[in-house]
C-alpha cells in the first residue's frame, strides 16, 4: 500500500525555499545591471563574490556545526558541481552583460527543458509526447522573442546562456543523483570553495581589475552577493527536499519576474511579438513540468 501524500500546508511550506530562490534570483538578475553600469566587470564581480560567500560559509559552518561532513565521494561531487557552479555563473553574467537582462535570463531558462529531457536520457525521468509537445512550444516561444531583434542581438551573449544552462541541468541532476540527504551548507561549501579560487586565479592572471565607480555600484553588489548565495543554498535544499524538476518549474517565477523588474526598473522594452513569446515560453515550461510529472 502506498505512503499517503503529505498534507497541502506541508507540500507549500516545501516549496518555500525554491519560491524564495526564484524572487532572490530574479533581484539579482537587476542587480547585476546596476553592476556593470557601474564600471565593475564579470571576473572582478566573481572574483569578490566568491572571496565573501567563502568567508561566510566558513564562518557559519564553524558556528552551526553539520550534523555530519560529507564522505570522500560527496566531496568530490561536490567540488565538481563547484567547476559546473563556476562556468554557469560567468555564462550567465557575461549573457547579461552583452544581452537585456530579459532576453538573458529567458535564454538561459532553457534548462528547466533541458533538466527534463536530460533526466529522460539518463533513465531517471521519462517523457511522453505531450511532455515533448509542451517543450517544443517552449523552443518556439523562445525563438519568437529572438526573431524580433536576432540582428541586434550578441550571439556571443546569447552562446553564453545556453552554455549556462546546460551546465545548470548536469549540476541539478548530479545533486539529487548523489548527494540527497547531504547537508546544503556543505554543499555549498565545496562547491563554491573551488569556483572562488578557479575565479580569483583567472582575475590574477588576467590583471584586469574593475572596481565600482560610485557608492550605489558597491550597494548593488553586496546586495546580489547576499542574493545570488542565498539563492544557490536554497536550490540545493530544495532540490534535495522536492526533486530536481519540482525545484525547476517553481523556478520558472525567475524570468517571469525579472521579465517585470526589467521593463519598470530597467526600462527594457519588448516588442509585442516578443511579450507573445515570452508568454508563450513561460507557460509552456509549466506546462511541461507539469505534462512530464504525470
Avoid at 534570483?25 to 556593470?36: T, V
Avoid at 525545484?247 to 525567475?254: H, R, Y
Wanted: glycine letters at 8%; a positive charge; proline letters at 4%.
Amino acid at each position: 500500500m502506498s505512503a499517503a501524500a503529505p498534507p497541502a500546508p506541508a507540500r507549500l511550506i516545501a516549496l518555500v525555499p525554491s519560491l524564495t530562490a526564484a524572487v532572490s534570483f530574479s533581484i539579482a538578475d537587476i542587480l547585476l545591471k546596476l553592476i556593470y553600469a557601474s564600471g565593475m566587470n564579470v571576473m572582478t564581480l566573481l572574483s569578490l563574490r566568491g572571496l565573501l560567500v567563502v568567508a561566510f560559509f566558513w564562518t557559519w559552518l564553524r558556528m552551526s556545526r553539520p550534523a555530519r561532513w560529507h564522505t570522500n565521494r560527496e566531496r568530490v561531487v561536490a567540488i565538481g558541481l563547484g567547476i559546473l557552479f563556476a562556468m554557469t555563473m560567468f555564462g550567465l553574467l557575461k549573457a547579461i552583460s552583452l544581452l537585456p537582462v530579459s532576453i538573458a535570463i529567458l535564454a538561459y531558462f532553457v534548462y528547466p527543458l533541458l533538466t527534463g529531457i536530460g533526466g529522460a536520457l539518463t533513465g531517471v525521468d521519462r517523457l511522453g509526447w505531450r511532455a515533448l509537445l509542451t517543450a517544443l512550444a517552449a523552443f518556439c516561444g523562445l525563438a519568437l522573442m529572438l526573431g524580433q531583434q536576432i540582428g541586434h542581438l550578441s550571439l556571443v551573449g546569447l552562446g553564453f546562456a545556453f552554455a549556462a544552462a546546460i551546465c545548470r541541468v548536469i549540476s541539478l541532476l548530479g545533486t539529487r543523483a548523489w548527494l540527497s540527504g547531504t547537508d546544503a551548507r556543505v554543499t555549498t561549501w565545496y562547491s563554491m570553495l573551488p569556483s572562488a579560487i578557479l575565479f580569483v586565479a583567472v582575475a590574477l592572471v588576467a590583471d584586469d581589475w574593475r572596481f565600482p565607480g560610485a557608492l550605489w555600484g558597491w550597494g548593488a553588489f553586496f546586495g546580489a552577493a547576499v542574493t545570488t548565495t542565498l539563492s544557490t543554498l536554497l536550490i540545493y535544499m530544495s532540490t534535495n527536499t522536492v526533486g530536481p524538476f519540482r525545484t525547476a518549474l517553481v523556478m520558472n517565477l525567475e524570468p517571469l519576474l525579472t521579465l517585470i523588474f526589467s521593463m519598470i526598473l530597467l526600462g527594457e522594452v519588448l516588442t509585442p511579438v516578443q511579450l507573445v513569446g515570452a508568454a508563450i515560453m513561460i507557460g509552456a515550461l509549466v506546462l511541461f513540468q507539469f505534462v512530464r510529472a504525470r
